[in-house]
């Protein structure tokens, strides 16, 4: 007899076969998340100086836009990335 999860799972595979990926997909996903992870980075290094920099004026209006810009810019990176990943994901359920 098969638990509940095994029939849950062979159902799921009949509604939405896992795609397996080629050696060079992998490596291209693996590339753009590093990208993805040196841009968020790099924006992080800037804006965390802008904070500094902030903090030491007594600027809190500012500390408080620029965390906002730090959180929208991190989304907005991750966001594009994960596209870039879903096309290469893509080509292999062609």
Known sequence: MKTAYELAMERLA????????TNEQKKELADLESQCAAK???????????IAK??????????????????????SIRVDFDEKKD????KAGK
């Open 40 to 50: 968020i980075a790099e924006r992080e290094l800037f804006l965390k100086d802008e």
């Open 54 to 75: 902030a903090v030491d004026k007594g600027d809190f209006e500012a500390i408080e836009q620029l965390e906002k810009q730090l959180v929208s810019e991190r989304k």
């Open 87 to 90: 096309k290469v994901r893509q």
């Open 14 to 21: 009949k509604s939405a076969p896992t795609v397996k990926l």
